[in-house]
Nanobody, 120 residues
């Protein structure tokens, strides 16, 4: 029943920006922390960011901090990822995911992903 649907990916030049969205349904969005993870071609999943239930607390991997910003609008059951200063190495499928409580790098649910390609 839980569904997470990512959107907003696409092709962007190095140094450009994209804003990803993730629409949640089938659960009370505002009662759960959320994360973004990604998978680059030929690579495993890489955790990227975390946001607390109310949006008051966030954390980022070293590879994206300072460039990416995670936010949420619980009234719209939507998670966002603002990606700035994009690099070719950011090319990946990006997934939003709902962490298991107390196990922030393990996930209850995730979406189908949206492709981000950074290339000139």
């Amino acid at each position: 029943e839980v569904q997470l649907v990512e959107s907003g990916g696409g092709l962007v030049q190095p140094g450009g920006s994209l804003r990803l969205s993730c629409a949640g349904s089938g659960f009370t969005f505002g009662e759960y922390a959320m994360s973004w993870v990604r998978q680059a071609p030929g690579k495993g999943l890489e955790w990227g960011s975390f946001i607390a239930i109310g949006g008051q607390g966030t954390s980022y991997s070293d590879s994206v901090k300072g460039r990416f910003t995670v936010s949420r609008d619980n009234s719209k059951s939507t998670l966002y990822l603002q990606m700035n200063s994009l690099k070719p190495e950011d090319t990946a499928v990006y997934y939003c995911a709902r962490p298991i409580a107390g196990r922030g790098r393990e996930f209850h649910s995730w979406g189908q992903g949206t492709q981000v390609t950074v290339s000139s």
